[in-house]
Nanobody, 121 residues
């Protein structure tokens, strides 16, 4: 079965950086895309970045452009989210997700359990 395991979350001061990792297993992902989402308390889950495994095509909503960078290492079946210049409002649980490439960048079938990111002021 498909497993997505996030890591790299934690506590960081405002202005700092974190890199999240998502290790994917359980199937061949070449025809899939991967996304990172976040959900803050009391708010809806929102996408922050997406990438296709095959070509590395990326997508960022306007709110995430400039500070967040998504990348993938196909040999390791791992997707990363580099987050820079973090702000307290970036505090959230960050989730990794996978979906078929024909639904890039918004359709997802599989989800990880999430990793907490807390940014202190």
């Amino acid at each position: 079965q498909v497993q997505l395991v996030e890591s790299g979350g934690g506590l960081v001061q405002a202005g700092g950086s974190l890199r999240l990792s998502c290790a994917a297993s359980g199937r061949t992902f070449s025809s899939y895309h991967m996304g990172w989402f976040r959900q803050a308390p009391g708010k809806e889950r929102a996408i922050v970045a997406a990438i296709t495994w095959s070509l590395g095509t990326t997508y960022y909503p306007n709110s995430a452009k400039g500070r967040f960078t998504i990348s993938r290492d196909s040999a390791k079946n791992t997707v990363y989210l580099q987050m820079n210049s973090l702000k307290p409002e970036d505090t959230a649980v960050y989730y990794c997700a996978a979906g078929p490439i024909n639904k890039f960048p918004t359709g997802y079938e599989f989800w990880g359990q999430g990793t907490q990111v807390t940014v202190s002021s």
